[in-house]
């Protein structure tokens, strides 16, 4: 039976149970759950806090989670030892780990932090990166609430997840220097661990679903005397299916496009000759 972590509250709790659910896995239907078992998949889902998540896979309680790569480097030792590892990505969740300052202080850069107080809730994120860049700080350790740490009197400037930054400048913030960290969703199993077929299979069903989330299929009715331009337009992945018309010299064309990309493609086919443009939804994929 495949074990997996899911986040029960927070921003990446709702996505990670969408993302399972469009994958075929039964999720819970009500937040008081704390675990639900799909027969169909023999899989059990454990709904955690994000931050615990990695620190059960690590320690090979459960067999892979979803939770943040901010929180997963946040747990795993300096020498990386007993740690889970990022398997995937899941393309939800973004934010960033970033140095902010009073907007009236002179700290306008990571440069300027040395000899301050830096609040934050991920000090082994925080001290990693002062050790690595040589900044000797003082790392004040807190909870939650670390934008109101420098009104307050007990930091000279914060490091925190952010995903706007709206938060922090309506505490008087503002954000200096480049990100520490680019986090998002990802999905973590045991370091060193052999991939199981359960694992390899939820594997290819959330790529399934990421695919189908940036993709659509793009069919259109094309001239032949224009079938290679058009298709070199929609190449696909491995190539577009082209199927004849009844009509003579017509050809059907199938391919998948980007969906960012649609609305360009269908113009640049119809001023090209092609006509019977049509885009469908993909709910999911196997590539």
């Known amino acids: 039976m495949l074990r997996v972590a899911v986040p029960n509250k927070g921003v990446l709790s709702e996505p990670a149970a969408a993302m399972l659910a469009e994958s075929g896995y039964r999720q819970r239907r009500s937040t008081k759950d704390l675990a639900v078992y799909d027969p169909d998949s023999d899989t059990e889902f454990f709904y955690l806090r994000p931050r615990d998540i990695a620190v059960y896979v690590a320690a090979g309680t459960l067999d892979v989670g979803i ?51 830096i609040a934050t809730a991920y000090p082994g994120l925080l001290e990693r990166y002062l050790d690595e860049t040589g900044i000797k700080a003082t790392v004040v350790k807190l909870d939650g ?9 007990v930091a000279d400037a914060v490091c925190d997840v952010v ?15 480049e990100p520490v960290l680019a986090s ?15 694992v390899a299979q939820l594997r290819r ?31 696909g992945l491995e190539g577009p299916t082209v199927s004849p018309l009844q009509t003579e010299g017509w050809s ?36």
Do not use: K
């Open 163 to 177: 995903e706007t930054g709206t938060t922090l400048r309506a505490a008087g913030l503002r954000i200096i220097g």
């Open 252 to 287: 059907a064309v199938r391919a998948m496009v980007r969906q960012s990309d649609t609305n360009r493609v269908m113009d640049e086919l119809w001023e090209l000759g092609a006509r019977a443009i049509l885009v469908t939804s993909i709910h999911a994929c196997r590539i």
């Open 67 to 117: 939770t943040g790569r901010d929180m997963l480097l946040e747990t795993t030792p300096p020498d990386g030892v007993g740690a889970a590892a990022e398997v995937m990505p899941l393309g939800f969740g973004r934010s960033s780990f970033r140095f902010a300052a009073p907007a009236d202080s002179a700290i306008d850069g990571p440069e300027r932090l040395a000899g301050t107080r």
């Open 145 to 153: 609430a670390v934008e109101t740490a420098c009104r307050l009197g």
């Open 184 to 198: 998002e969703a990802i999905l973590v199993r045991r370091a060193g661990a052999e991939e199981i077929p359960a």
């Open 205 to 235: 069903r959330l790529r399934g679903v990421l695919v189908a989330r940036q993709y659509v299929m793009l069919d259109y009715d094309c001239p032949n005397d224009i079938l290679a331009e058009a298709t070199a337009m929609t190449p």
